[in-house]
């Protein structure tokens, strides 16, 4: 009785232990990988969490694992890292130490300097996203031999010079944001390179010439490349057989016929304002029913504003200073003066 006793008692140790061993799935090389990344960093607060006594798979900030077959950090996001003020940090290398890692999310935070090159240790990385930090210096050439990425945002950042043509060759690409740096130049005629391409955001950059031909080919769901100095036709953007949302073109020197535009019936966001654009509002618009906002001020826009339908919830300002537009919403026909 007494030897059962015992025998069930070391059973039920066994079962502990091996439940124990269960909940801690943390890969001791990526636990590693990990603490150093936290000491490259000056052991920020923010990730006081990051202690050997816990599992980092479950309860370490910003980190998660595969829960299938390799138990292995997948996902790592370091956001609004507590950097002592004006001592900014470069991006750790060590990141490129987590060799399963498909998504990775910098920012908003103090990081400066240029992208790190051992990112190309990263042969799983589908998702790049350094965003909202003081990173500088071009877009680096070896950012295309991740071939692996399927989305790369390098928003709200320093960053200058030209978008590389060599992105043509991710061809897993389906989303592109890189708003909101100093990007000069023309945007690269690289886009058939991208079967599956949904999103592009180029809005606020110092982005020149014209809007490359194949831009026109893809079927985006959202297009954003307002705020930069873009010129010339991009008629070619839009279509009745694409699938597009939103397109925001505003704020450059587009010049192109709108009434031989045809539009997305999927359209839910259209704004050309501050360009060049001219002819004449196309009937089909009030046939887009999911037309919720829509701007065509500051153009050469002239003829009779279509009423009805998707137009009759626009106000009077999306049609102000056009060259001659008549009808409701406008109290009556403007003509703009010429200067």
């Given at each position: ?24 799935q ?13 000491k ?68 908003p ?56 043509a ?8 389906q ?97 050309l ?67």
């Amino acid at each position: 009785m007494h030897s059962s006793t015992i025998f069930q008692f070391c059973f039920l140790l066994q079962l502990v232990a091996i439940a124990l061993c269960a909940t801690q799935q943390c890969h001791p090389e990526d636990q590693k990988a990990l603490l150093q990344i936290k000491k490259d960093l000056n052991n920020p607060t923010a990730l006081s969490s990051w202690k050997t006594t816990a599992d980092c798979c479950r309860h370490w900030k910003g980190v998660s694992c595969d829960r299938g077959k390799t138990h292995r950090v997948n996902f790592l996001n370091l956001d609004h890292i507590d950097m002592k003020p004006g001592h900014p940090l470069s991006i750790p290398s060590s990141i490129a130490t987590l060799p399963y890692l498909n998504t990775i999310q910098l920012g908003p935070a103090n990081f400066t300097g240029p992208i790190p090159r051992s990112l190309l240790n990263l042969t799983n990385l589908k998702d790049l996203s350094i965003t909202s930090t003081l990173l500088s210096g071009t877009i680096p050439e070896f950012l295309s031999q991740i071939t692996t990425l399927t989305d790369l945002s390098l928003s709200f950042n320093n960053l200058s010079g030209e978008i590389p043509a060599s992105l043509s060759r991710l061809s897993h690409l389906q989303s592109l944001d890189l708003q909101s740096n100093s990007l000069s130049g023309p945007i690269p005629d690289i886009f058939d390179s991208f079967p599956n391409f949904s999103f592009l955001w180029l809005s606020s950059n110092q982005l020149s010439g014209k809007i490359p031909k194949s831009m026109g080919n893809i079927n985006v769901t959202y297009l954003y490349l307002d705020n930069n100095k873009l010129e010339g036709d991009a008629s070619m953007l839009f279509g009745s057989k694409k699938d597009t949302w939103t397109i925001n073109l505003a704020r450059n020197k587009l010049a192109f016929d709108l009434g031989k535009v045809e539009f997305s019936n999927n359209l839910q966001i259209l704004d050309l304002s501050h360009n060049q654009i001219y002819g004449n509002i196309p009937q089909q618009l009030t046939t887009v029913r999911d037309l919720t906002s829509m701007d065509l001020s500051y153009n050469n826009l002239c003829g009779k504003i279509p009423g009805g339908g998707a137009l009759s919830n626009i106000v009077a300002s999306a049609y102000a200073h056009n060259k001659c537009l008549c009808g409701s919403p406008l109290p009556s026909c403007t003509r703009r003066r010429s200067s």
